[in-house]
């Protein structure tokens, strides 16, 4: 019977500690490999063969943009910047939207004309907000739980499908709002919706991470809340920090904030943008991914510039001279002649969506076999140099958005049933609803495991001590 139970002990002892012999370190080409998995790295996922060197490969830059919502004003300024514009094998530059529709001023007619474009439409949260108390204005603010997170992600992705036109399947790229995600609970939402990736974790690190997959834990050069769980076959892009031109130990996340030094003219922000591009360029070609923001993208400055009118028929006349006042987008002048000058001086640099990296990088193992051109024309970009691109802001009859009806939208998952019935629940209750992530981490982590096994291992001892 002593034997019985020291075995018992043992499983038990072993079982607590499975949660933390559970997580092996990511290696690439042993537990982890493209197209399914790759490692949280700088260095390239896969050896090349021998005829090619990492300068062969090309340099995707993604522009991804986020803001409150897609007005008339944004889509007026996204036309100026992707228009008539062309990358190497003469396809359209693309760039990835994550849609949000603050205060139901999103132009669910312009979302579509930018997807039959060819971008990419990702969403962000409905309320383009601060889902944390940390970073809300608001004294009594209440953090989003995981019935707010599920509400507001769920529920943009179904405008879309619903008001845009736009297939569920075609809406896969999630990002948190301003880059605050909620740890585990957004993972998990998008995770078990099908979604392909996630761009919301920010790198504090001077080197250009590849994207990777949340098959296994990662390092901690990533500087926001990521997730503890693990996601199998979900990808993460992280968003790099930029770089001061002059301090290498100065950094900062978003162009527009104020510790962000550089030269604000439309020569600086060129130069700081490609600054920035060339640490990937000259390094491990990772894919680069842009955060920008519409509200950025829109400001200006009116500009006096005098303008002298023709003397017609009075030669000896003195000239008139009037004052024009003109409106100067430097930032969005500033992204365009950094999009212009990498475009003529390079041949192998491509503009393309977050989904279009990720999918590359899924093709990578086929260099062994196909060529890289081949690659990129056939399989990158399907032969779209011969599909034409309108930037009209025409589109087919769009439904008229009933934003009444938000609630009762239809979410055809498990957590749309979960959704569902915790909308059926009064406010009064709402509030005593336990985090979800809460009892998650509690369950699923090493301390649950190294409880319920300290748990389990003292009531055998007292039952030892008392009758054996």
Request: charged share 25%; aromatic share 12%; with cysteine.
């Amino acid at each position: 019977m002593k034997i019985f139970f020291q075995i018992i002990l043992l499983i038990l002892l072993g079982k607590s500690n499975c949660q933390f012999d559970d997580d092996p370190k990511c290696t690439l080409s042993k537990n982890c490999r493209l197209p399914i998995c790759n490692c949280d790295s700088k260095d390239l996922p896969i050896e090349l063969p021998n005829r090619y060197h990492i300068s062969d490969l090309p340099q995707l830059i993604v522009l991804s943009i986020d803001d409150e919502s897609l007005d008339v004003k944004s889509y007026q300024i996204f036309r100026k910047l992707l228009e008539n514009r062309k990358n190497p094998n003469n396809c359209s530059i693309k760039a990835t939207f994550f849609v949000s529709d603050s205060e139901n001023t999103t132009s669910y007619c312009l979302a579509r004309n930018l997807y039959d474009n060819g971008h990419e439409i990702a969403i962000s949260t409905v309320n383009y907000t601060c889902p944390h108390k940390r970073c809300s204005p608001f004294f009594n603010f209440q953090p989003w739980n995981y019935e707010k997170w599920t509400y507001e992600i769920l529920n943009m992705r179904e405008r879309l499908n619903r008001y845009a036109g736009i297939p569920k399947s075609q809406i896969i790229g999630f990002r948190a709002p301003i880059l605050e995600p909620s740890s585990d609970m957004h993972y998990r939402i998008i995770s078990s919706n099908k979604f392909l990736y996630d761009s919301s974790l920010i790198l504090n690190t001077d080197d250009i991470i590849w994207p990777f997959t949340l098959d296994y834990k990662f390092n901690s050069y990533l500087s926001n809340n990521g997730p503890i769980q693990r996601y199998a076959g979900l990808w993460e892009f992280p968003v790099p920090t930029y770089i001061d031109l002059e301090n290498e130990n100065v950094k900062c996340l978003k162009l527009w904030e104020g510790h962000c030094k550089y030269d604000k003219s439309v020569k600086g922000i060129a130069k700081f943008l490609r600054h920035h591009f060339l640490r990937a360029y000259y390094n491990n070609r990772a894919p680069l991914i842009f955060h920008l923001s519409a509200k950025w993208l829109k400001e200006f400055r009116i500009v006096n510039e005098t303008e002298i009118l023709p003397n017609v028929g009075y030669a000896n006349k003195e000239k008139t001279r009037i004052n024009i006042e003109k409106k100067e987008y430097t930032n969005l002048d500033g992204l365009i002649k950094f999009v212009n000058s990498t475009l003529e001086k390079s041949d192998d640099v491509y503009f393309v969506t977050a989904r279009q990296a990720i999918e590359w990088m899924k093709l990578l193992p086929r260099i062994h076999k196909e060529n890289i051109s081949d690659l990129i024309n056939n399989y990158l970009f399907d032969n779209c140099a011969s599909k034409s691109s309108s930037f009209d802001g025409k589109c087919s009859i769009m439904p008229k958005p009933d934003y009444d009806t938000d609630e009762s939208l239809i979410l055809d998952d498990d957590d749309g049933d979960k959704l569902r019935e915790l909308l059926k629940i009064s406010p009064i209750h709402k509030g005593m609803l336990t985090d979800l992530q809460t009892e998650v981490l509690f369950v699923n982590s090493f301390v649950g495991y190294f409880l319920l096994g300290m748990l389990i291992t003292l009531v055998l001892i007292i039952i030892k001590d008392r009758y054996f």
